[in-house]
């Protein structure tokens, strides 16, 4: 199967760049605590992650979505995780060794989000990776969210690359479906913040992984065979 020469990888941030779950879980269970209500179990909150602070407050409380009380705890929690973005928030295993090869090999990475970018920011300056990236797209500043194309276009023109020559990497289907709308192939990987009951391998991915040493993998394969515009670099080791 012929692939373009790869100009950029962008990518998902909770479940898929940054590991965000025990933090989100800490501010959700606090909130409970506040409400005088048992803490959930992590496995159970992370699997929630991905789709925000709605499915969060849904998760945990009985309140319909438009209702003054649901929005009411849903700003709370808010407030909660805003003040402790990063305790236990980081890199997934290997993606610092995936955004150093990429850097190394001049292939620019970025990252497409549905988080509003008053919690993205500030959680990538802390990390110390805004300003790596090539673009940081959220969906309160493109005009739309995932699986609308519109930021992941945004992200291209930001880079100033094609989206036939991107590769999106993302944890859930509407990753998918985003990339597609904007014509660039996606990578799905399963150690994600997968909801319950869900398929990866239904979700129509153009490859599906496992783990980020997956990825590392199959890019180093990209870089070693010239599908990349930097051919002088060369792994190490």
């Known amino acids: 199967m ?29 909130l409970l605590a506040e409400e005088d209500q048992p803490p959930l179990e992590y496995e ?5 992650v991905s789709h925000g ?8 409380f009985d309140a319909p979505e438009e209702s003054d009380r649901f929005e009411s705890l849903r700003q709370r929690f808010l407030d909660i995780y805003r003040h402790n973005l990063h305790i236990d928030t980081a890199l997934f295993s290997d993606m610092d060794r995936i955004l150093d090869m990429l850097e190394v090999a001049g292939i620019a990475w970025g990252i497409v989000t549905n988080k509003p970018a008053w919690l993205t920011l500030p959680l ?6 805004q300003h790596r990236a090539a673009t940081v797209v959220c969906a309160d500043t ?24 991107c590769v999106y990497v993302g944890d859930d289907v509407r990753d998918v479906e985003a990339a597609h709308n904007a014509g660039m192939s996606c990578i799905a990987l399963r150690c994600g913040y997968i909801r319950r009951g869900h ?3 239904e979700w129509g991915a153009d490859r ?4 980020p040493a997956e990825l590392l993998h199959w890019l180093e394969q990209q870089v070693q065979s010239g599908r990349n515009p930097s051919p002088q670099f060369h792994l190490q080791g």
Request: charged letters at 25%; glycine letters at 4%.
């Open 124 to 129: 990538l300056e802390s990390m110390q990776l």
């Open 142 to 165: 493109a005009g739309a969210a995932k699986p609308d194309a519109r930021p992941m276009l945004a992200a291209c023109r930001e880079a100033d690359v094609v989206p036939g020559h």
């Open 199 to 201: 398929d990866v391998d």
């Open 53 to 60: 602070a709605r499915a969060m407050i849904s998760l945990a």
């Open 44 to 48: 159970l909150i992370r699997s929630e």
């Open 208 to 211: 599906v992984m496992d783990t």
């Open 2 to 30: 012929y692939e373009p020469p790869l100009q950029a990888v962008l990518f998902d941030l909770d479940g898929t760049l940054v590991d965000t779950a025990r933090d989100m879980a800490h501010a959700l269970n606090r």
